[in-house]
C-alpha cells in the first residue's frame, strides 16, 4: 500500500459516509426513516437490492470460488428471475396495499401475533449473525494479506456504516448504495482490464477463454441429479428460486429496499431490474476469477494464497515437507505454461487437466501440513486469490480502489441489514407490545438506538466469528436454514386459506428443528434446504390444521 493507495481509499469511504450522512439528515417521523418517505424511483430500488445481496464476501470469494472451481457457481443464480416476477405478481401488491412497514407486519393480519412474531425472530437471528459476517469477511482477509489488526479492522467498517445509517435510516442506505455500485462496478471492470492487458502478447480475450476451457474452468451449465453437486442446473432453478423467493420475499433487508417505491409500479421496475442485471453481473465476477486463473497460467502463483499460511508453515518443523511441495508446484507451473504456448490440442488439454489435478492434490497436502504446524491458521485460500492479486499486480491508486470496492460492498450490505433489524426490532417487536401511545419522533428514536445495538453486536459478531470453507457459502447456508421455513409461512398465508395460526405456528417450529437435524447431518447440499423448509411447513401445518377440524365437535 503507498500513499496514492491510502489517499484514494479513505477519500472514497470518507465522501460515501459524510455525503450519506448530509443528504438525508433530518428525518422526523417513521415513515421518512424506514420507508424513505416512499420517493425512492425505480432504478435506486433496482441498484439498492442489487448492492444489498452483493456483499465484500461476493467481490472477494466469487473470483476466488471460479479461480479453483470454474463459471458453474453462476447456477446458483439461475432462479433469481423467475422469483423477481413471482415477488412483483404476489408479493409487492399485497404489501403495498397494506401499506406495512415490514413484511411480517402483514402475517399478523392473516394469523395472529405470535405467528408474526416469530417469523421477525427467525428474521433477526439468521441477519443478525449474516450482518457480522459481512464486516468480519473483507476484515479478516485484508488483516491477514496487508497485516491491520482484525479487531480494529472490524470496528472500523462497522462504525463508518453506523454512522450514516443511524443519522438517515433507509433513505442514507439507499442514497449511499448508488455511489458504492458505481465505485464497485468501475473498479471491477477495470480490474478486468487490466488483467486481459497483463497477458502476454498473442493471447487476446478469446485465447484466454479457449485456456481456461481447456483447463475445466468454463463449465457452466450442469445437468446432473448428483446431490453431492452443491451447484447445478437443478439446485439453482429448483432450490435457487426457493431461496431467492424467501430472501427478496421475506428478508426485511430487502423488501425494505421496495417499501421504500414510490408506487408499485416502481418496486417492480426496480425488481424486474435486478432480475435482468443480477446474472450478468454474477458471471462477469466469475469471469474475472477466471482470467485471474489464466494470468497466473503464465506467472508465478502460491501453493496457498492466504499469506498468514504459508508464513505460518515456513517457520515451523514442517519447512522442509512443504518447501517440497512448493518446487513441483513450479514444476507444473513451468510444464502447464510450455503446453499452453505450445497450442492447445486435445492432448494438450489432456496434460493439462492431469497436470491440474496434480497441483490440486499438492494443495490438498499442503493444506494439511499446514493444519500441523498451526491447527488455528485458515488453510483454505479462496477468499484470497483476488486480493493477492489486487495487492502484487495493480499499479499504485488502483489498489486503494480495488480496496474501496470490498470495503464498499462490506458498507452497502451491512448498512442495508442494520437497517433491517432495527425496523423489525422497532416495529414487529417494540411498538406492536406497546400498551400506550408514543409519539412518531419517539419511534425514530429508538430505530436508531436500535440500528446502533444491531451495530455494535454485529462488530461483536465479527469479532468473534472464524472463516468457514468458503464466505460466501458460509452466508448462503446461515439463510437456507431459516429462509425456506419463513417462506412456507408467507405461502401459507397468500394462498392457503383454510389453514389458521395455531397450525402454521406449530409447523413452523417443528420445521425449524428438521432443517437444522437435516443441515448438521448433511443429508442434503444447503441449496436444497430452503424448497423442503417450505413443502415441510405447509404440509406439517396442512395436516395439523386437518385434524384439528376433526376434533372439532360439529
Not at 406495512?100 to 439468521?126: G, N, P
Not at 406449530?506 to 437444522?516: D, H, P
Not at 390444521?545 to 376434533?551: A, G, N, R, V, Y
Request: proline share 2%; net charge positive; charged share 15%.
Amino acid at each position: 500500500m503507498q500513499t496514492l493507495d491510502w489517499i484514494v481509499l479513505s477519500i472514497t469511504l470518507l465522501f460515501i459516509v459524510l455525503y450519506g450522512a448530509w443528504k438525508t439528515r433530518g428525518s422526523k417521523n417513521v415513515e421518512q426513516y424506514i420507508k424513505g418517505g416512499n420517493e425512492t424511483k425505480w432504478w435506486t430500488i433496482g441498484l439498492s437490492v442489487m448492492a444489498t445481496q452483493a456483499s465484500a464476501i461476493t467481490f472477494l470469494s466469487t473470483p476466488g470460488q471460479a479461480f479453483h472451481s470454474g463459471m458453474g457457481f453462476v447456477q446458483f443464480y439461475f432462479g433469481l428471475p423467475l422469483a423477481m416476477v413471482i415477488i412483483c405478481l404476489v408479493f409487492i401488491p399485497i404489501y403495498h396495499k397494506l401499506n406495512v412497514y415490514t413484511a411480517y407486519e402483514y402475517l399478523e393480519s392473516r394469523f395472529d401475533l405470535k405467528t408474526r412474531t416469530l417469523a421477525a425472530i427467525l428474521f433477526l437471528i439468521q441477519r443478525g449473525l449474516a450482518a457480522g459476517i459481512t464486516i468480519f469477511a473483507p476484515a479478516i482477509i485484508l488483516s491477514a494479506v496487508l497485516g491491520w489488526d482484525l479487531i480494529t479492522l472490524n470496528i472500523t467498517i462497522g462504525l463508518l456504516v453506523i454512522i450514516y445509517t443511524v443519522s438517515g435510516g433507509t433513505k442514507a442506505v439507499s442514497v449511499t448504495q448508488k455511489q458504492q455500485m458505481a465505485i464497485i462496478f468501475s473498479g471491477m471492470f477495470i480490474a478486468f482490464y487490466l488483467i486481459l492487458q497483463y497477458l502476454p502478447d498473442g493471447i487476446t480475450f478469446s485465447k484466454a477463454l479457449e485456456i481456461a476451457g481447456a483447463s475445466d474452468k468454463m463449465k457452466v451449465l450442469d445437468f446432473s441429479w448428483n446431490l453431492n453437486n452443491r451447484y447445478t442446473v437443478w439446485t439453482g432453478f429448483l432450490g435457487g428460486t426457493f431461496l431467492m423467493l424467501s430472501y427478496f420475499g421475506t428478508d426485511q433487508s430487502q423488501v425494505q429496499r421496495y417499501l421504500s417505491g414510490k408506487s408499485v409500479r416502481e418496486s417492480q421496475l426496480g425488481l424486474i431490474f435486478n432480475g435482468l442485471l443480477k446474472v450478468p453481473m454474477q458471471f462477469f465476477i466469475l469471469l474475472v476469477g477466471v482470467m485471474v486463473f489464466v494470468f497466473y497460467q503464465f506467472n508465478a502463483s502460491p501453493l496457498n494464497f492466504n499469506p498468514k499460511a504459508q508464513e505460518a508453515v515456513i517457520n515451523s518443523e514442517f519447512a522442509q515437507e512443504y518447501q517440497i511441495l512448493e518446487k513441483r508446484h513450479k514444476e507444473i507451473e513451468s510444464e502447464k505454461k510450455s503446453i499452453i504456448l505450445s497450442g492447445i490440442t486435445e492432448t494438450n488439454r489432456y496434460k493439462l487437466l492431469q497436470l491440474n489435478e496434480e497441483d490440486k492434490s499438492l494443495k490438498e497436502e499442503a493444506k494439511s501440513i499446514i493444519s500441523k504446524s498451526n491447527p488455528k491458521v485458515e488453510t483454505n485460500d479462496k477468499d484470497y486469490v483476488f486480493i493477492h492479486f489486487i495487492l502484487n499486480n495493480l499499479p499504485k491508486g488502483l489498489i486503494g480502489l480495488l480496496l474501496a470496492v470490498i470495503l464498499s460492498a462490506a458498507m452497502s450490505s451491512t448498512a442495508s441489514e442494520l437497517n433491517a433489524l432495527a425496523s423489525t426490532t422497532a416495529i414487529d417487536l417494540y411498538k406492536r407490545n406497546q400498551n400506550e401511545e408514543k409519539s412518531d419522533q419517539h419511534y425514530v428514536n429508538m430505530s436508531k438506538w436500535f440500528t446502533l445495538g444491531w451495530g455494535v453486536l454485529a462488530i461483536l459478531v465479527a469479532c468473534v466469528a472464524n472463516l468457514f470453507d468458503n464466505l460466501i457459502q458460509l452466508v448462503n447456508i446461515i439463510g437456507s436454514i431459516f429462509y425456506g421455513n419463513v417462506l412456507g409461512i408467507f405461502l401459507l398465508a397468500f394462498f392457503i386459506k383454510f389453514v389458521k395460526s395455531n397450525a402454521v405456528f406449530i409447523g413452523a417450529i417443528i420445521t425449524q428443528f428438521i432443517i437444522i437435524v437435516v443441515w448438521y447431518l448433511d443429508w442434503l447440499p444447503y441449496l436444497w434446504l430452503n424448497l423442503l423448509g417450505c413443502v415441510l411447513v405447509m404440509l406439517i401445518a396442512a395436516i395439523i390444521q386437518k385434524f384439528s377440524q376433526l376434533k372439532e365437535p360439529k
